[in-house]
C-alpha cells in the first residue's frame, strides 16, 4: 500500500496503537537475529537493504546459505559501539493490529544506563534467554531493571531451542527457574515463548517443531502475536489527574494556558481542579489542542489547558483533581540509577528535575546498593556509573510528588551536575519520608521537629543474614478462641525449621509494655497500635512476629497493617464460634462476665469486628492444631 496509496497508508497507521518495548539480551543471545527477523517478516526492510545484507551474508554470516539477519542489526551496532556515549537504538515497525517502537540496548552490565533509559518509556520487555544456558545471570539484571523502571508485561523468549531439540522438558525447566525468580518482581504479565529467531519457529509464525506449545499449558501463540495483543491500555494510571505545567502561554491579554504533557488521570472540560503547591482552585474550560480543542484528554497527550479563573501558575506546578489530598514533601527515597563516569557524591549539591519543576538539593544518604546481578543489597558510600542504589534524596523545597509505581511521569526525577548541566542521574521516588500538607491544611505541633534517624544497615541487610525477611502474623479472635495456643504453636514449628521468630501475647504484653491499658475502646485501640508498632521493629529486625490479641476493632487491624509491606502482614482470623470460647472459658472470664462482674467483656458487653479481608480464616473445630498451623506456614510462603 505504501506505494499505491501513501496517504491511505498513513491514514491507517495513525489508528493504529503503538507498543514501545525493550529487547534485553546480548547479541549471543540472538537478539540482532530476532529484531533483524522482526523487521525482516514484517517486511519493514528496505529491498537495498536486504539485497546488501543477502550479499554480506555470503562473505560474513555465521548461517550458511540462509540471509543472516543478524547483520542488519549489527551493523548498525557496531557503529554505534565505536561512539563515547552509546545511546539506545531505536527501531520502528508495525503490523497490521499495532505499531511497533524497539528499544535496542546493548546487554552488558556496563550498558546498564542505556537500559534503564530505554526501558523508561517501554511498556513491555522481551528477554531473551539461550534455550542452552537457561536462566543465566544477566536475565536477572536484565528483568530486574525492567522491573526498576515499571515495566508490567514480560515477554521471555527461549531462544535458540533449535538446538535443544525443541525438547518441551528443556523449556518447562527454564520457566520454572525463572517463575521462581520471578517472584520478587512486582511484573504482573509474565509470558514465555520457546523460540529460533534464526530459523523463524514461534517469532512471527507458529512452529510445528513445538505442538507442546500450542495443546493447553503455554501461550500457544508467536511471539509477534503476544507483542500484539498484550493489553496495555489499562497500564497508565487513569485514575489520578496529574497535569505537571510545562509552561504558560501567553500569547494575548485574552488567552492564558496551562500547557503540558497529561501524567495522568483522564481530564475533561469542566472538571474541578487545584494547582499545587499554591492549592488554588477552579474549573478547566478548554482543552486545546494543536488539531483543535479536545473533549476529552488521556496520560501521554500534550495539550494546553485554561481555567475559568485567574490563578496563579507557573511552570512546574501540577494541576490536580481539587479533592486530591497531596502531600509535600523535600525528603524522599528513590531509586537512583547513576549515569555518569563521575561517582554519585553524597551532600553534593545536584540540580533535580522533577516533571516539570527544577529543585536544587542533595543525596544526603545511600541505604545500600543494588548489586544488579545477584540483587544483593550492599553498604555503599557512593555509586559509580552504571550503579543503582536506593538513596534518600532532600531538596531545598517542598514539592509535590507521586510514587513511582502509582505515577511515572510524576514520581521520576533526572539528577543534573551543577557545574556542566549534564545528567548524571535518574531515579524513581519510592517514598515520602518527610511530607507537610499542603496550604491550608497545614497545622502547627510540637511534634513537627521530630525528625526521622535513620540506621546504615537496612531492613533488607538484616533479613539478608537472617535468611529470610520479617513478616507478621496477626492473630486476631474473641477470648478462648485458641490465638495464644495457635501462636504458640506456629513459633515452635518455625524454629523447628530455624526460622527467627518473637510472640507477643495479649496476656504478657498487658503486664509491660500495655500495663497502663485497661479494655476500654480507646484503651485497645492504644494496645494494638503499640503492639503494631513493636512487631514492625521485630519485622525490620528480619524477625517473624506472632502476635495474638483479640484485637476486636477493624479500623485498628488495619492500621498495623499499613505498616508493613504489602504481603508482610498476614491477618489470621482464629475464628472460633461465640457458645465454644464460652464453654472453653478457660480463665473463667465469660462467666465473670456472665455474673456482671467484667463490663466491656469482648462478645458480651464489648464488640468485635470480624475481619473482612483476612489472609487466612482458621476452624479451631473442623482441624486439629497441627492442619491449622501448616495451613498458616504455607500462607507465609516462606
Ligand atoms: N473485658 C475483657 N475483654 C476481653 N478480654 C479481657 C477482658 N478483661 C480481661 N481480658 C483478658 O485480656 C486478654 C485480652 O487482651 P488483648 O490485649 O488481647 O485485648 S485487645 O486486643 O486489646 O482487645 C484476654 O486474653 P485472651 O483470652 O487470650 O484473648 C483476656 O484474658
Ligand atoms: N484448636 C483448638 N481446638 C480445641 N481447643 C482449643 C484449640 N485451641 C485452643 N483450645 C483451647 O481453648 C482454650 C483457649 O485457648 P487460648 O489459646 O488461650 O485462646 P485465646 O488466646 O484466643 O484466648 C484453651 O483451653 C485451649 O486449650
Not at 507498543?19 to 527477523?37: A, E, H, M, P, Y
Not at 549489527?74 to 559501539?81: A, K
Not at 474550560?285 to 476529552?296: S, Y
Not at 462467666?591 to 470480624?610: H, W
Amino acid at each position: 500500500m505504501i506505494s499505491e496509496d501513501i496517504e491511505a497508508y498513513l491514514r491507517e497507521h495513525e489508528q493504529k496503537d503503538l507498543l514501545r518495548f525493550i529487547t534485553c539480551g546480548s547479541v549471543d543471545d540472538g537478539k540482532s537475529t530476532l529484531i533483524g527477523r522482526l523487521l525482516h517478516d514484517s517486511k519493514m526492510i528496505y529491498e537495498d537493504q536486504l539485497a546488501a545484507i543477502t550479499q554480506a551474508s555470503k562473505t560474513s554470516g555465521t548461517t550458511g546459505d540462509a540471509v543472516d539477519l543478524a547483520l542488519l542489526v549489527d551493523g548498525l551496532q557496531s557503529e554505534r559501539e565505536q561512539g563515547i556515549t552509546i545511546d539506545v537504538a531505536y527501531r520502528f515497525f508495525s503490523t497490521d493490529k499495532r505499531k511497533f517502537i524497539i528499544a535496542d540496548t546493548p546487554g552488558h552490565e556496563q550498558y546498564t544506563r542505556n537500559m534503564a533509559t530505554g526501558a523508561s518509556t517501554a511498556s513491555l520487555a522481551v528477554i531473551l534467554i539461550d534455550a542452552r544456558y537457561g536462566v543465566q545471570t544477566q536475565t536477572r539484571r536484565h528483568s530486574f531493571i525492567a522491573d526498576l523502571l515499571g515495566i508490567q508485561h514480560l515477554v521471555i523468549a527461549v531462544n535458540k531451542m533449535d538446538l535443544v531439540d525443541f525438547s518441551q522438558e528443556r523449556f518447562d525447566e527454564i520457566v520454572a527457574d525463572y517463575r521462581e525468580f520471578a517472584d520478587k518482581l512486582n511484573a504482573r504479565d509474565l509470558r514465555f515463548v520457546p523460540m529460533s529467531a534464526l530459523e523463524g519457529d514461534n517469532v512471527v509464525n507458529p512452529s510445528e517443531r513445538t505442538p507442546w506449545y500450542f495443546d493447553g499449558g503455554y501461550e500457544g501463540v508467536p511471539l509477534l502475536e503476544l507483542l500484539e495483543t498484550a493489553e496495555i491500555a489499562h497500564d497508565s494510571n487513569l485514575s489520578d489527574l496529574r497535569l505537571p505545567v510545562q509552561y504558560v502561554n501567553r500569547p494575548n491579554l485574552d488567552f492564558r494556558g496551562y500547557c503540558g504533557t497529561l501524567a495522568a488521570g483522564i481530564l475533561r472540560p469542566g472538571q474541578a481542579v487545584k494547582a499545587l503547591p499554591s492549592g488554588k482552585t477552579s474549573t478547566v474550560e478548554r482543552i486545546v489542542t494543536f488539531d483543535g480543542d479536545l473533549e476529552v484528554a488521556y496520560p501521554g497527550q500534550a495539550i494546553t489547558v485554561t481555567l475559568a479563573d485567574e490563578i496563579d501558575i507557573s511552570r512546574g506546578d501540577w494541576l490536580v483533581e481539587d479533592e486530591a489530598n497531596i502531600p509535600l514533601s523535600n525528603v524522599f527515597e528513590a531509586d537512583i540509577v547513576w549515569m555518569h563516569d563521575t561517582a554519585l557524591e553524597t551532600g553534593k549539591l545536584y540540580d533535580f528535575k522533577l516533571a516539570t519543576r527544577d529543585a536544587a538539593g542533595q543525596i544526603s544518604a545511600i541505604d545500600y546498593q543494588i548489586d544488579v546481578n545477584t540483587l544483593e543489597h550492599r553498604v555503599a558510600d557512593h555509586l559509580d556509573l552504571n550503579a543503582i542504589g536506593r538513596c534518600r534524596v532532600e531538596l531545598t523545597t517542598s514539592v509535590p510528588l507521586d510514587d513511582y509505581r502509582r505515577s511515572p511521569g510524576t514520581g521520576s526525577f533526572i539528577v543534573i551536575d551543577r557545574l556542566t548541566n549534564v545528567t548524571v542521574g535518574a531515579g524513581m521516588v519510592h517514598q515520602m519520608l518527610e511530607t507537610e500538607l499542603p496550604y491550608e491544611f497545614r497545622a502547627h505541633d510540637s511534634k513537627a521537629d521530630v525528625v526521622w534517624n535513620r540506621s546504615s544497615v537496612t531492613p533488607a541487610m538484616r533479613a539478608q543474614i537472617k535468611g529470610h525477611r520479617g513478616k507478621c502474623v496477626w492473630f486476631t479472635g474473641l477470648s478462648g478462641s485458641g490465638k495464644s495456643s495457635l501462636g504458640n504453636a506456629l513459633e515452635v514449628e518455625l524454629n523447628r525449621r530455624g526460622y527467627h521468630t518473637m510472640l507477643l501475647d495479649g496476656d504478657n504484653i498487658r503486664h509491660g509494655l500495655c500495663k497502663d491499658l485497661g479494655m476500654s475502646e480507646a484503651d485497645r485501640t492504644e494496645n494494638i497500635r503499640r503492639v503494631g508498632e513493636i512487631a514492625k521493629l521485630f519485622a525490620d529486625a528480619g524477625i517473624i512476629v506472632i502476635t495474638a490479641f483479640i484485637s476486636p476493632f477493624r479500623a485498628d487491624r488495619d492500621a498495623a497493617r499499613k505498616l508493613f509491606n504489602d504481603g508482610d502482614f498476614i491477618e489470621v482470623h482464629v475464628d472460633t464460634p461465640m457458645d465454644i470460647c464460652e464453654q472453653r472459658d478457660p480463665k473463667g472470664l465469660y462467666q465473670k462476665a456472665r455474673e456482671g462482674k467484667i463490663k466491656d467483656f469482648t462478645g458480651i458487653n464489648s464488640p468485635y469486628e470480624v475481619p473482612k479481608a483476612a489472609e487466612l480464616t482458621l476452624k479451631t473445630m473442623d482441624h486439629d492444631q497441627k492442619e491449622l498451623v501448616n495451613q498458616v506456614i504455607k500462607r507465609l510462603s516462606l
